[in-house]
């Protein structure tokens, strides 16, 4: 080590020692120590995610009419079932009758035909009449048989065109646009109202290329809220394909509790590991830290404490990441305030060259 961190490391210890007799005075505190390890280090990677309704869609005509009424507006709650869309429906209800009307009169034919027909067929029988005239009654019955079916389906879809006109929420939720408004005449496929579900909510995440692979093989993901509460997700799926602007692969991700504090549109963090390495590990507690300095105290072989230099990289969950300056099994005072006032503090450079782990 240098002259100038020779230097640095003496005015840190400076910093570090006893300035008043009561400090002198006051009895030693014990010194707890731990020792560097080798461990795993999950590298992440932290991206934004947006919050999204599962079930959001937009609700369009199936029949042409007028608006008469809109019971609900923008940002108003309805369950399923509700009614929110209401279109004028005298032109419908006219259809239906007329339908209704018209399988009537084929249900008339039909038992007029199956009469005659019975007539004929029991004469038949006796040779009173042609095979010619059976064939033709044969003939009436099955054809007024087929008008009656077309009559019905009339009347199906007369019907089917009349509930058109009572809009129905297909699922609870707010609704969050009208595209309508009472009065306006709309034909089948206008969009009439837009909403979602808070019911269900996903998180949505997009992936640089660099790291999709991986996060696709591991399939783990943690997304947590601005207030630090991490939220419990559930099934993923990746995206097969990327997006061609900004070549990132789109991460889906279920919400198991919703709970009433979410909402689409917020932003949360996603958390994705896309790396795994060995790393040098000491307390966090053990950073000595003044200005661009940082340092530990190390034990030597007379368990006196020497500050040494050192270089860190990451923290995760109370560890501390060494990158050069200790070695594996040396030991680490993990408290090192407590040394400020005690007889063992050493104000002694550690002589050794810094190692690399």
Do not use: C
Request: hydrophobic content about 40%.
């Amino acid at each position: 080590m240098g002259r100038m961190a020779a230097a640095g490391l003496m005015i840190t210890l400076g910093l570090l020692a006893p300035t008043t007799q009561a400090q002198q005075a006051s009895p030693a505190q014990p010194v707890t120590t731990a020792v560097a390890e080798r461990g795993e280090l999950q590298e992440t990677v932290h991206l934004d995610g947006i919050i999204e309704a599962v079930q959001q869609s937009t609700v369009s005509a199936q029949t042409s009419g007028t608006v008469q009424s809109l019971p609900f507006d923008v940002d108003d709650s309805v369950a399923a079932g509700d009614l929110i869309v209401q279109l004028e429906d005298s032109e419908q209800r006219s259809r239906l009758r007329q339908a209704q009307a018209g399988l009537q009169e084929a249900e008339a034919a039909l038992a007029d035909a199956r009469q005659r027909f019975e007539r004929i067929e029991a004469v038949h029988e006796r040779g009173l009449v042609s095979r010619q005239e059976f064939d033709q009654a044969r003939n009436n019955l099955a054809a007024a048989r087929a008008r009656v079916e077309r009559a019905g389906a009339a009347v199906s879809e007369a019907r089917e065109q009349l509930s058109y006109t009572r809009v129905l929420a297909p699922y609870g939720g707010i609704l969050t646009e009208r595209h309508v408004e009472v009065g306006e005449a709309v034909n089948p496929g206008q969009p009439l109202l837009s909403g979602l579900s808070l019911e269900q909510l996903r998180v949505v995440v997009d992936l640089p290329q660099k790291y999709a692979e991986l996060a696709r093989t591991e399939r783990q993901a943690q997304v947590t809220l601005a207030d630090g509460r991490v939220l419990e997700t559930g099934e993923m799926t990746f995206y097969p394909y990327a997006n061609p602007q900004t070549h990132t692969f789109r991460l889906r991700m279920r919400l198991s509790e919703p709970n009433g504090s979410l909402f689409p549109g917020m932003l949360v963090k996603v958390s994705v590991p896309v790396a795994s390495r060995k790393a040098l590990w000491v307390p966090a507690s053990s950073l000595i830290q003044r200005s661009e300095l940082r340092a530990v105290f190390v034990l030597d072989n007379q368990d006196q404490p020497r500050l040494r230099q050192v270089r860190t990289g990451m923290r995760d969950n109370g560890r501390l990441e060494i990158l050069a300056g200790l070695s594996e099994g040396e030991r680490v005072v993990s408290n090192p305030a407590e040394l400020v006032g005690s007889d063992r503090l050493n104000p002694v450079e550690d002589s050794g060259e810094e190692s690399n782990p």
